[in-house]
């Protein structure tokens, strides 16, 4: 059993290795998700930032977590291409006649969605420090920030997974992500949700974005998230574990 469980641990490394490589050559993937939530922090912050009634003193500091949500909304698409591009090719197919785990490759994929994520977020982290973004949090909050966002990514990457996986064309297996990219905008990322119409404010207050927003905000200002954080967590891991579920059913009937 533990022989299993370590070429189990070995193949998903080896499988990592291979899409990270993937990556490392094509740089462009990071720039590219990248790119666009630093342009929509510059845009908000110089152009409409003096405009926008955030009840914030540094609005970078408001504006930061919805931001990096966006910028994890649009890196998973990535994902989903990748796996529809394996199977394509019939690398699936190919691999499971190698004497490896069968769900290896799909995990080799979700840690490596987790991995150039995470990247994605500390250029734009970076970006914002440039910009006058500060945070009073200490160590743990910093932690927990870091737990709710890897959580966060898990989450949209096992929805990745279906599209990818069960996608007919490459239009198909991205195009999900673009209301994924659209949902921060009705939250409380951009404005206080208070300023909204009424039908518009019931759903902002009501969807994943506004408390996982929240409870980065609250955690990176040195302050109490509260109810929210557990309304976030709650979310996060209750949509990735009904993706997961409908991702790995997928996944078997592919392979």
């Not at 004497?99 to 840690?111: C, D, M, N, T, Y």
């Amino acid at each position: 059993m533990e022989t299993t469980k370590k070429h189990f641990f070995i193949d998903i490394s080896v499988m990592l290795g291979r899409s990270m490589r993937h990556i490392i050559r094509s740089m462009d993937t990071i720039i590219t998700v990248t790119i666009t939530p630093i342009a929509m922090l510059l845009l908000f912050v110089y152009v409409f930032g003096g405009a926008i009634q955030s009840g914030a003193d540094n609005y970078v500091n408001y504006l930061l977590p919805g931001i990096l949500l966006m910028a994890i909304a649009s890196g998973i698409s990535y994902t989903a291409f990748r796996l529809f591009t394996d199977v394509q090719r019939g690398l699936f197919e190919r691999f499971q006649t190698m004497p490896i785990s069968r769900s290896a490759l799909l995990w080799g994929h979700v840690l490596t969605s987790l991995v150039s994520n995470a990247i994605s977020v500390v250029v734009i982290i970076l970006v914002a420090l440039l910009m006058g973004f500060r945070s009073s949090a200490g160590v743990l909050p910093w932690l927990a920030v870091a737990g709710i966002l890897a959580l966060f990514t898990l989450a949209l990457t096992w929805v990745a997974a279906i599209a990818g996986l069960s996608a007919k064309t490459v239009d198909g297996a991205s195009a999900f992500s673009y209301p994924l990219i659209f949902l921060p905008f009705i939250s409380s990322a951009f404005v206080p949700t208070k300023s909204m119409p009424t039908v518009v404010r019931v759903f902002a207050e009501n969807q994943p974005v506004t408390s996982i927003v929240e409870s980065i905000r609250a955690l990176l200002s040195g302050q109490q998230a509260g109810n929210d954080i557990w309304i976030a967590l709650a979310w996060c891991v209750g949509i990735m574990i009904v993706a997961y579920f409908f991702a790995m059913r997928v996944y078997k009937k592919r392979v």
